[in-house]
């Protein structure tokens, strides 16, 4: 017998949509209340079972998927399209059709997170993995001559890097990382004992969207800021305050120009 | 899964048969693409597509007989719990196949609640925006759709012969 009192709130824990605030609450719950710890493993079981079991109709004869199905309905879209060629909003409508075709023919699995910046998130955890690293770089050096070759070949792009001379910032060296499967440059940088890594890939929808010019935000108490320049994504991170991040950013923006 | 392969399965579970899903799954794509200037960057692209496909299926001939039970059912007290069935037990013991059947028996509001939830893994708040309800609608409801399937489950584990 379960504590009735947590009962709908511990099938929200078990579905992942239980509110921050409640959060914790379970949490404590159910380190002290054993019965309610198995009533939570017995809705995660439930659920994993149900999945498997929604997920393999498709496999049965019955109603497995036809496999002329995908193309005839590629077909049907693209010739939905032709005898509306003349209207007016053809435009919107190409770009839908695109997007959609993209969605049917690429296998793009948009999830709960479309509209979250991927890229940010991302670079949020490859900075934090840097920090935890006894190698936080593959090229060690300060010399922005020695780090920028030493990605020729590695990157689809190139970027430039400022002269840092007369600044507070110094550099500390590069590696080669993948962002939502792109390979990517981490750079970073440290100023007054604190690391900055400055992420650059390329520009793509995936990456998640940037409506702003620059835009600059706080995420799990890192200072971020990211923009679009010569078709390259940038994003910084760091734990140090927005106005140096902030500072370091206008050299780099400099430097692209 | 893909996003693709997911609707043809979703689709399947709602219309039960190959030719309808097809059909349906077809005309949620142009109806989407129809569509796609309402849908709003940064929205959810999840629930939006899923209300699509649900709502082509309720204009369908299945969805029409269907649609009396899919927005019923939720004004009913919940009973208060009675015998708990150890489901822990009763998994070990059931198969797919059995989980499958009690999914295909639950009437279709339930069915379709418990695979957004479980299957398409959506959130409450997404699940509250696929099927227009409230959230505290989408938990009563959830929480009587899987008292509904446990019930079903436990009828047939103690239809296997021990």
Known sequence: ?257 | MPLFARLYNFACWLTRDRTAAEDLVQETFMKALKGFASFQQGTNFHAWIYRILRNAFLNSQAGLQASVSLDAGDDAPLEPSTAETPESLLLARLESESIQAALHELPMNFREIVLLCDFEEMSYQEISLAIGIPIGTVMSRLSRARKAMRTLLAAKLQGVPR
């Not at chain 1, 060629?85 to 059709?97: D, F, H, R, T």
């Not at chain 1, 020695?146 to 550099?171: A, R």
Request: hydrophobic share 45%.
């Open chain 1, 1 to 257: 017998m379960t504590c009735d009192l947590h009962r709908e709130k511990l099938a929200a824990y078990a579905d992942e949509s239980l509110s921050p605030e409640d959060l914790s609450g379970v949490e404590d719950h159910l380190r002290a209340c054993p019965s309610c710890a198995a009533e939570v493993l017995t809705l995660i079981q439930m659920k994993r079972a149900t999945r498997a079991a929604a997920a393999s109709l498709t496999l049965q004869p019955e109603f497995r998927m036809n496999p002329d199905f995908r193309r005839k309905l590629e077909k049907s879209i693209q010739s939905s399209r032709r005898p509306r060629w003349k209207s007016s909003w053809l435009p919107g409508l190409a770009v839908a059709a695109a997007a959609l075709l993209l969605a049917v023919t690429s296998f793009v699995v948009l999830t709960a997170r479309a509209g979250r910046n991927q890229a940010i998130a991302e670079s949020l955890d490859l900075h934090v993995a840097t920090l935890a690293s006894a190698n936080p770089v593959d090229v060690v050096s300060t010399d922005r001559h020695t780090v920028k070759p030493w990605f020729q070949g590695k990157l689809p792009f190139t970027f430039n890097l400022p002269e840092l001379q007369d600044s507070p910032y110094k550099l500390l060296g590069g590696k080669l990382v993948y962002i939502e499967h792109s390979p990517a440059a981490q750079l970073l940088f440290e100023i007054r004992k604190h690391q900055i890594s400055v992420f650059l890939v390329q520009n793509e929808e995936r990456l998640g969207p940037l409506n702003t010019a620059l835009a600059a935000t706080r995420e799990r108490g890192f200072s971020v800021e990211t923009w679009n320049q010569a078709g390259l994504r940038y994003v910084m991170v760091s734990d140090t305050s927005p106005a140096d991040v902030h500072a370091l950013g206008e050299l780099l923006r400099n430097a692209a120009r």
